[in-house]
């Protein structure tokens, strides 16, 4: 009889787990809600920089409508909003439809994706420290793809994986999902924990982006985010593969509601 950990069985249970969906389980969504946390990092550090935001298009579509009517004078750069939204929309239709070939839950494109992401991050730590790069030039526009771009390919990751109450970036249907929930006051309530887990991680990412991009500056607070889309990565290959569930768990997760 062959031990179970000999070579061919070790080669066949890795090639099953690398190709295998993830569950959407609590470790999925402890995954999401730190990409969440990253998200928050990142935008709170590109607009005071560049005058826009990295993830959240929805500022940036308004702040567009707003510049090519010749309003809005300095609060805000409409070069940067430009360049991030079109490179945005670009990056979410590649990184979307590539995911659909190859499987959009299949875990080898998530940890693919994921380390493009935080290389795009990490690349953009160091052309900081290499130029300080401030204002609308070109190695800011750099700096600004290379964040929308991760941040596309981020939200077209996260949106297949079943857990749709934690996006990791669009907090506006969140706040209103969560309070017209009517079970909001439920005792047991699994979307609303997400959302509502979700809202806390993008303020807490905020608020550390934030603080640290006073106290120290962007490139801290940006290498802060690149470390925990790192961790992420990491973690999925340790996520319970699509199916694995028991019954009474997947029910569960139909359901909505915590046990």
Known sequence: MSHPFHLPHLRSYLSRSVRSGLSPDL????????????????????YPDYQCFASNQTGNTVL???????????????????VSLGTFVAGCYLWGQVGNV?????????????VVQTALVFATVGVQRSTRASGSDAVAMV??????VSSAAQVAMARPLNVPQITTAMATAAYVDLLVDPQLHSLNNRHRNRRLLFLVMLAAGSFVGAFAHSRVNSAFALLLSAVVKAIVTV????NVEEGS??????????SGVAV
């Open 27 to 46: 470790l999925l969504e402890t995954e999401l809600l730190l990409l969440s946390f990253a998200t928050g990092i990142q935008d709170a550090t590109t």
């Open 64 to 82: 567009l409508a707003v510049g090519l009517s010749g309003l809005g004078g300095a609060l805000f750069s409409l070069r940067s909003v430009g």
């Open 102 to 114: 190859f499987g959009p839950r299949n875990r080898l494109w998530l940890l693919f994706t994921n």
């Open 143 to 148: 700096v600004i793809t290379l964040l929308a």
């Open 235 to 238: 973690m999925f290959l340790f």
């Open 245 to 254: 569930l028991d019954e009474e768990g997947a029910m569960t997760e139909r």
